[in-house]
T-cell receptor, first 111, second 115 residues
């Protein structure tokens, strides 16, 4: 269907280690968005990817959109405790709604 | 610009009661969407309003309803509350135009507890 699958569901890392979360769709995506939700907070928009093979960077965060536009990834280099939270990818829901969110990857960082 | 404002932040209700949540979008945003967030189901889309009309609807029972006013402020109502309605209800506004048309700007949410 139109769901997006995110893996892993949870990730525990030591501070300074890298982290990657993946978002996969069975159908071609028009675009993909990424959001971060801190514990006790609300989702905050990070980035939108539109083009096939697109790579965007925000400081230690690298976002990729697959060549087939069916998958995306978020990679964090040298995690810090401020990176703690849940990272969601979201696809255009079309007639089902504005956005359809993945279940998210919950990142914890041990100092 | 001020962000998305949701009131109240916390609510405690009992089964069978009804509740109304309020959302004021970012100035200039005509689209308001509502989401339910629970640990088990994640972020689920409830409905979207655009220019006072319901534009999209998720897979929720008719007990969940909403409306939007001419100033784009929106309210969400849940009638005959059930225990399973306990959740964080998030409102998000969107410009619905330009390259940022689908980006959701979320409010802090209303945490509803049904006892």
């Amino acid at each position: 269907g139109q769901q997006v699958m995110q893996i892993p569901q949870y990730q525990h890392v030591q501070e300074g280690e890298d982290f990657t979360t993946y978002c996969n769709s069975s159908t071609t995506l028009s675009n993909i968005q990424w959001y971060k939700q801190r514990p006790g907070g609300h989702p905050v928009f990070l980035i939108q990817l539109v083009k096939s093979g697109e790579v965007k960077k925000q400081k230690r965060l690298t976002f990729q959109f697959g060549e087939a536009k069916k998958n995306s990834s978020l990679h964090i280099t040298a995690t810090q405790t401020t990176d703690v939270g849940t990272y969601f990818c979201a696809r255009d829901g079309g007639s089902q709604g504005n956005l359809i969110f993945g279940k998210g990857t919950k990142l914890s960082v041990k100092p | 610009k001020a962000g998305v404002t949701q009131t109240p932040r916390y609510l405690i209700k009992t089964r069978g009661q009804q509740v109304t949540l309020s959302c004021s979008p970012i100035s200039g945003h005509r689209s308001v969407s509502w989401y339910q967030q629970t640990p088990g189901q994640g972020l689920q889309f409830l409905f979207e309003y655009f220019s006072e009309t319901q534009r999209n609807k998720g897979n929720f029972p008719g007990r969940f309803s909403g409306r939007q006013f001419s100033n784009s402020r929106s309210e969400m109502n849940v009638s005959t509350l059930e225990l399973g309605d306990s959740a964080l209800y998030l409102c998000a506004s969107s410009p619905r135009q330009g390259v940022a048309k689908n980006i959701q700007y979320f409010g802090a949410g209303t945490r509803l507890s049904v006892l």
